[in-house]
């Protein structure tokens, strides 16, 4: 694991480091006064903290501002800060309005209830008694669960002992300030979940890469709006404002610059049908006074396709709603806190088939036959399984960002009209990872890491049987998302997709990559298998389907690199 990163610009009260690494006062606009030291610099006197104490005040509008001394790594700091904030929410608590309070009550609520340090949240649960007893404010509930579909006791608690979760934890709060319930969820897969973070960290927030850090957040913003997912719109819309984003693009692409508006038409087209991106796509976008570099477009590639992939994972895996935020992913919870895995008679055989490895595929393997089979591993019964339950969306929070000129949607690649894709002829290893490699050089070795080890991450468990061989199951998996968009493999027999997934699987993985906002209960549920399983599952289609929008976005990209 890296280092925690920056959480992007810092606050306009902390501290300047001359030269020789030495933290220096400045004036603070604001205030015109001289303030002392940050955090990390100040003495312990007194008259000390409360000049510390005033400069966070002047944040109290801004709350994720007002809580950033605590996101220390260097735990007496941490405390001091976490003792400034409670004082002075302390105090806020006995004037008339009790501002300060009412402002930041849902962040103490989380504090309270989903922080990786039980110091910390023994204070907060403290101070929301201390407000609970004026009989004045009523407490937020938080969601019990971070997934709707996935009971709670299946996930360690944010505050875990268990040392490699929560040094993950550790290092995700100092970074952001919060543990959020996509963390939790992806967490129970614990060797996936260091390097999803890492190259995640890596692509948003690593210092020196071709986009700015508000640009990336708002080019994350873009793509979750095209799944309409409001809790990754959220989270992004809090790193943007903390990264000195211009709070009035959030009020719709119509007030972003040309530049990032010339991006909306790549970015509905990787979203939705990534098929279509062309190497005139990058022509329009290097060219003219706003143009973008190639470094830029790669970067803005990746972003947008890790977000358009985490979008598939919240709503696959029914990640809840955070405490603080507005509005999000309204789902069902499931009732039932014991039901961990369904009974079905199809998984069951599956299950045997695996352990005993004796499946046979019929013996056409030319490549004639590969493509037949390549075009059937998809019905129009899979098809019509998810078609028919769609459902259109009229949330304007998500639709501010996509403009009313880019209206793409979803359509079925279709293997008889349009161009199969080949990864002989462009694959990720040998093509994709080297011209991703040339640009962002880190962000391809973590990329190209974090899909190995999903390909081949195994338990060597299906449903409750143990020394089960499950390859063929998981490649099943990513082959058949790969199909879905219309990438073949000519190594792979497309038979094994309709022999190790039946009808639900094959249903439940594609709305994961196609409209992932159209998941509900009964979806999950017809999903078999352990909810562990679920969530690998759903991580594996994520990730495959993150590969081959890479592969066609770069594959255009080559194109146009060599017809220049």
């Given at each position: 694991m890296s280092q925690p990163r920056g959480f992007g610009s810092a606050p306009s009260w902390a501290s300047h480091v001359n030269s020789n690494g030495q933290a220096t006062p400045f004036t603070f606009q604001n205030e015109n006064q001289n303030l002392p030291p940050s955090s990390l610099e100040r003495d312990n006197s007194t008259d000390g903290m409360k000049i510390y104490s005033g400069a966070m005040a002047v944040h109290e509008d801004d709350s994720q501002e007002f809580f950033r001394p605590m996101f220390e790594p260097d735990q007496r700091i941490r405390n001091e800060a976490m003792r400034a904030v409670i004082d002075l929410l302390k105090q806020s608590l006995e004037t008339p309005d009790k501002k300060l309070i009412r402002t930041h009550l849902v962040r103490i609520v989380r504090f309270a209830k989903e922080v990786p340090f039980a110091d910390m949240s023994n204070?907060?649960?403290?101070?929301?008694?201390?407000?609970?007893?004026?009989?004045?404010?009523?407490?937020?509930k938080i969601t019990p669960s971070?997934?709707?579909?996935?009971?709670?006791?299946?996930?360690?608690?944010?505050?875990?002992?268990?040392?490699?979760?929560h040094h993950i934890f550790s290092e995700i709060f100092f970074t952001s300030g919060r543990v959020s319930h996509l963390n939790r969820v992806v967490s129970l897969h614990i060797t996936y979940f260091e390097k999803y973070y890492e190259t995640f960290n890596f692509v948003m927030r690593e210092p020196g890469l071709p986009l700015p850090l508000s640009w990336r957040n708002y080019i994350a913003i873009i793509s979750a709006a095209r799944h309409r997912s409001r809790w990754l719109i959220n989270i992004q819309e809090t790193e943007f404002l903390a990264n000195d984003g211009d709070p009035d693009w959030l009020l719709g692409v119509e007030h972003i610059p040309k530049k990032l508006q010339a991006l909306l038409d790549v970015n509905q087209i990787l979203n939705h049908q990534p098929w279509l991106i062309t190497k005139e796509h990058i022509n329009q976008l290097v060219k003219g006074e706003d143009s973008w570099s190639i470094g830029e477009i790669v970067h803005a590639m990746i972003v947008i396709c890790t977000f358009k992939a985490?979008?598939?994972?919240?709503?696959?895996?029914?990640?809840?709603?955070?405490?603080?935020?507005?509005?999000?992913?309204?789902?069902?919870?499931?009732?039932?806190?014991?039901?961990?895995?369904?009974?079905?008679?199809?998984?069951?055989?599956?299950?045997?088939?695996?352990?005993?490895?004796?499946?046979?595929?019929?013996?056409?393997?030319?490549?004639?036959?590969?493509?037949?089979?390549?075009?059937?591993?998809?019905?129009?019964?899979?098809?019509?399984?998810?078609?028919?339950?769609?459902?259109?969306?009229n949330d304007s929070y998500c639709l501010k960002f996509l403009g009313r000129s880019?209206?793409?949607?979803?359509?079925?690649?279709?293997?008889?009209?349009?161009?199969?894709?080949?990864?002989?002829?462009?694959?990720?290893?040998?093509?994709?990872?080297?011209?991703?490699?040339?640009?962002?050089?880190?962000?391809?070795?973590?990329?190209?890491e974090e899909f190995d080890h999903i390909y081949y991450m195994t338990y060597n468990m299906f449903n409750q049987n143990t020394n089960v061989d499950t390859f063929p199951f998981r490649q099943a998996i990513w082959q058949y998302v790969q199909r879905v968009q219309g990438i073949f493999h000519d190594d792979y027999d497309y038979q094994q997709v309709n022999i190790f997934l039946n009808r639900n699987t094959k249903s439940f993985i594609k709305k994961v990559i196609c409209y992932p906002e159209d998941i509900n209960v009964s979806d999950y549920r017809s999903f078999g298998l352990r909810h562990d399983e679920k969530v690998h599952a759903t991580i594996l289609a994520a990730e495959s389907s993150k590969q081959s929008e890479l592969l066609y976005g770069l594959h255009a990209v080559m194109k146009h690199m060599y017809n220049s």
């Open positions: 204070e907060f649960t403290e101070l929301l008694k201390l407000i609970e007893k004026t009989g004045e404010i009523t407490i937020p971070p997934s709707s579909f996935i009971p709670k006791k299946m996930f360690p608690s944010v505050d875990t002992e268990e040392e490699k979760i985490m979008a598939g994972i919240v709503f696959g895996c029914g990640v809840t709603n955070e405490v603080d935020f507005p509005d999000s992913n309204p789902i069902i919870s499931i009732n039932s806190e014991d039901e961990e895995v369904s009974d079905n008679e199809d998984n069951e055989k599956l299950a045997e088939l695996l352990k005993e490895g004796n499946w046979e595929a019929d013996a056409d393997n030319e490549s004639g036959g590969r493509v037949a089979h390549f075009m059937n591993a998809e019905s129009s019964d899979d098809t019509l399984a998810t078609s028919h339950k769609r459902r259109s969306s880019w209206p793409l949607q979803h359509e079925d690649f279709d293997v008889k009209s349009k161009k199969i894709f080949r990864v002989q002829d462009y694959g990720w290893k040998e093509d994709g990872f080297e011209l991703a490699r040339r640009f962002l050089p880190g962000a391809a070795t973590l990329l190209d």
